[in-house]
């Protein structure tokens, strides 16, 4: 019976995973064609307005991991097009060092890109995003100046010429040729990196930034090699783009520029290539029809931006999304299959305690973990109550690495856990859930889950950028993974189904799912059973039992008094930071100083 | 002694509140009837705060619909409650500390006629004398006690007809406890009413009428506090079923 | 004596220009006070004060005191759109940084309009007062005044006056300002007519100096949000200090080792500033996230 319907549901999930991989190609071949016959019948008007979307385009797609994917909001991009052409057409034209070869002038300017790409980041590392945007407008704005004033390098407001490209590139049509291939490996490339982990640990940091951090992902190790990308596709782009314009001054790098390719991203919809491509061919074209309007263009640029924002802030992408506009079923119940977790658990590492000694905590002048000591063996489930303010949700953060403790000590097996470091936790096998579910919303269920198992992906950037064979081995064990968790959670039928469509009670199993991609050796679940309904909740007591039984240490912390009574071997009752009581549930049940510190007496 | 629900001064009907996808409360019905000190018990997450966050208009419900003094609170916003006489004092003592006592109290008393505000900060006041005596400290300077008072003697200058106090105890020693419990008592006597949620059961019950027990965002216990063995009805509610 | 000159120069200059940098990092500081909001908008307000500050004066010919009290007014009202249109309809997603985007439309929006209406070059500011010459001309020390008059007026409506203190208890904690009954959402759209008719201030004061040009409103995004990046977010006074210390930097660093590399070298101070002390030099520590 159950074997039935599990191949029921699993058919339809494989046939409509590869159906969608075909129709998700579908609309760049259908662009490429375009593009190809394009020569074949335009002008050469034609073909530098389509050189010249094709150059945008090298630099948006770089662009649209920072913005898109991991939505930092790099507003003034303008300037890494500016240092890439100016470093092209001042090697080339020999004024500062002997001309140089177009392909070291290239070179050359990927790599300054790059390094500024960098550094004009440096804040998205650590700050508001509102501070990485205005340092990238301040880098624009100086840009400009510097372009403007070193007249003996730039030309200054007179400019230089541009590089020229030898036969058979130099006519419009071989240079639109040479450019759309540059822009097709763009694509290309960037395409590889946003369906990787590399790319989902972008949109986990956008959208889920405290749960990314708990599944190893570290906010400076995502963002550095997509700024090292984007602002050397940025500077490429910028040699291009001199190329093109045959003579370059400060004047053709307009802040309006910046605007546009900004504007294509959002439009196009974040998280998408498909939606910035056509975003950005459509912006670039747009102008040449509606040529009274152009003094206004930039105006509009803006309006729309506004009515984007304000209106569809998932652009176009989520507009012609109907694939997640298909009805889900409304009485569908979450039925764990705990009968998998062996094949999640296949080859991982020994159990091992969690032990925390003596952990004292203080925020100003309150105790809120006042010389806590706890154990959590392997295999038990291990439940932690007490009033509200007693310590609790301090305690899972400690553990977790989002507190830095102030005295004592924390350890899994014998390894002493680094303090106040989350995104160290799940290389050592820690994992955990949130008070409120923090997912991902805009990507699919599966995705979700994935983002769990960051850590254990072998592939690096290089390997992934390139789609070396390491990529699709990553992405398939990856994915295997994923649906067995969520089979293991009981939803493997919404695998490809978004986020954002789940019920609440949904989501915190997909925290669950994601967290077992680890096979952790501590689980952390904090109020797992909030929102959860009395059936929701029995299920969620078998289910974490089952993973005990596997081997991992689980931590409880839970307000429902039965769930915790149900399922528990051991637990511990916090009060006012200090442990009050301590032992099995029955202990607990009858011990008299717990009843009454519960109840407040 | 039980007041029939078409006098209460707060009604509330079959309340369902929540936040985002999160429901939190599910057809809660309670009222208060005027003078009536009410407590509101519960564990932790039960809805204790939301409950009293959507009746004073902090946040949105989703269903039901709430009456005070015989008017409709739906879609009312904190102010009018509280000028309709409904202040509802929020947990955690958050008082303005950049700011002294007895600005924090003008505050207070924002909607209150210029001319009457003197006068209204003075009577709060008269009911915290530890307080009085620190009108020109910086909130911040007081003690997590001295803060309680001053957010209690907040609610006080509006001249409440129904006073909802958020955890008034947390964090406090039994000494404040009392004495800012004690202040219910002396509101009851001068016909305030009060809707006092306490993790603290024991002192809650012993300054209230009447009990509600909230648990898993349902009302699960009405009692007058001399039932016959409440603690122990309120301890099945507490724990659920499983006594 | 050259030398000497040059000194006055430096701090002349270098004074002026801070105090408009700190005008608009005020501006920043008080639409972020009621919302937690920073503004594209800032930037385009000092544009403006300059850009109605000549239109009415010079190119409709109003008197001086009426050109000025019109400039304000338009300002606070953009400032009040600002609030109706790039804020309040994202405030519930604070978290998405819509805000950043949405801002920055309307910024684009003002800044654009004011480019095809008025002028892509920069067009001369009425001499107000023709007071003062060479180091203590009246275009210098017209930031200065205006500056501290700001501030002193901010400072006395927040220790003084009902109002002002709400505006305090709104920045502290917005939430117990509600439930207090504090009205919040008029108290906001208030701060933001307030913000609006500072940045316009700024641009009014500083136009002898920067004169009405439709491209100050990005260069005083950049420039005037440095000061809140180095006094600390919502501190008025540090943006002061910021804005002074960063004037005089420019303008020494422009003597010293000349405009091209002082704006690199005022860059390089604002991501290291940033890096090394995010909270800024006199700001305070950020909230818990979990």
Known sequence: ?601 | MPISAAEALLHVRDLDAGYGKIAVLHRVSMHVNPGEVVALVGPNGAGKTTLLRAISGLLPWTGGDATFAKESLAGTGPRETARAGLVHVIEGHRVFTQQSVYDNLLLAGYDVPRGERTARIDEALAYFPEIAAKRHDLGGALSGGQQQMLVVAQGLVRRPRLLMLDEPSAGLAPVLVDRVLGVVGELRRKGTAVLLVEQLVEKALASADRVYALARGRIVLDEPTTAADLSHKIEAAYFGHAS | MAFGATLASILSTGLAMGAIYALIGITYNVMYSTSRVMSFTAGQLGMLGGVLGALFTLRLGMPLLVGFALTLLCCAVVGMVTEFVAVRPVLASLDQHLYVLSTLALALIIQQVTAIEWSTEPQAFPRLFGIGSGALDEKFWLPVVACAMTMGALEWMQRKTLVGRAFLAVAEDNFAARALGLPERNLRIASYALAGAIGGIAGYAGGELMLAFFANGAFLNFYGFVPVALGGLGNNRGAIVGGVALGIFQQAANFLVGGIFASVAVFVVFIVVLLAVPQGLFGTSTARRV
């Open chain 1, 1 to 601: 019976m159950t074997s039935l319907s599990d191949a029921a549901v699993e058919k339809p999930a494989e046939l409509g995973h590869k159906a969608s991989a075909l129709t998700a190609a579908g609309p760049f071949v259908a662009l490429a064609a375009v593009a190809a016959i394009l020569p074949l019948i335009g002008n050469d008007y034609w073909a530098v307005i389509a050189t010249r979307a094709a150059i945008y385009w090298v630099l948006v797609a770089g662009l649209n991991l920072i913005v898109g994917y991991a939505g930092q909001l790099a507003i003034g991009y303008v300037s890494l097009l500016t240092l890439g052409a100016y470093v092209t057409s001042v090697l080339a034209a020999g004024n500062v060092l002997p001309a140089m070869p177009l392909a070291v002038c290239f070179a050359a300017a990927a790599m300054t890109g790059a390094i500024f790409g960098v550094v004009v980041g440096l804040p998205a590392l650590r700050l508001r995003t509102f501070y990485f945007a205005i340092s990238t407008l301040g880098f624009a704005t100086i840009v400009t100046q510097i372009a403007l004033a070193w007249q003996s390098v730039t030309g200054g407001g007179i400019g230089l010429t541009g590089p020229e490209f030898p036969k058979p590139f130099d006519t419009p049509w071989g240079f639109y040729t040479f450019c759309l291939g540059v822009a097709a490996f763009a694509t290309w490339i960037t395409s590889n990196v946003a369906h990787s982990r590399y790319g989902r640990a972008l949109v986990a940091i956008r959208d889920a930034d405290v749960a990314a951090e708990a599944n190893g992902i570290s906010k400076s190790r995502a963002l550095i090699p997509v700024f090292l990308l984007g602002g050397a596709m940025a500077a490429v782009a910028g040699g291009l783009f001199a190329v093109l314009q045959t003579y370059i001054t400060p004047d053709a790098f307009t802040f309006d520029l910046s605007v546009l390719f900004f504007i294509a991203i959002l439009i196009g919809g974040r998280g998408s290539i498909l939606g910035p491509l056509i975003g950005t061919v459509v912006l670039t074209i747009l102008p040449e029809f509606a040529a009274p309007l152009a003094a206004w263009s930039t105006f509009l640029y803006a309006v729309l931006l506004l009515v984007i924002v304000l209106a569809v802030p998932g652009g176009i992408a989520d507009v012609l999304d109907f694939h997640n506009r298909r009805v889900l079923t409304n009485n569908r119940a979450i039925v764990p299959d705990p009968s998998v977790l062996p094949g999640l658990y296949a080859g991982r590492p020994a159990a091992e305690p969690l032990t925390m000694r003596g952990v004292v905590l203080a925020f100003g002048g309150v105790r809120a973990l006042d010389g806590v000591d706890l154990t959590i063996e392997p295999g038990t489930v291990h439940g932690l109550i007490g009033p509200n303010g007693s310590g609790k949700t301090t305690a899972l953060n400690v553990i977790s690495g989002y507190y830095a403790l102030q005295k004592g000590e924390v350890r899994i097996g014998d390894t002493p856990l680094p303090t106040g470091r989350p995104e160290l936790r799940a290389d050592l096998g820690l994992a955990r859930t949130f008070q409120t579910p923090r997912v991902v919303a805009e990507e699919t269920v599966l995705e979700n889950v994935m983002i769990g198992g960051t850590v254990s992906g072998r592939a690096g950037f290089l390997t992934t950028l390139l789609a070396l064979p390491g990529r699709g081995r990553d992405e398939r064990e990856l994915a295997a993974r994923g649906r067995m968790a969520l089979r293991a959670v009981g939803l493997e039928s919404l695998a490809d189904v978004r986020a954002s469509r789940l019920q609440h009670s949904e989501l915190r199993f997909i925290e669950i799912a994601r967290a077992l991609m680890l096979a952790p050796k501590l689980l952390m679940l904090d109020e797992p059973a909030a929102g959860l309904s009395p059936d929701e909740i029995a299920r969620l007591g078998d289910l974490i039992s089952a993973i005990a039984r596997h081997g991992t240490a689980v931590l409880l912390v839970e307000h429902h008094a039965d769930l915790i009574f149900a399922i528990c071997q051991h637990v511990t009752v916090l009060n006012l930071g200090r442990v009050l009581a301590d032992g099995t549930p029955a202990d607990i049940r009858s011990h008299k100083e717990v009843v009454s510190a519960y109840l407040g007496g």
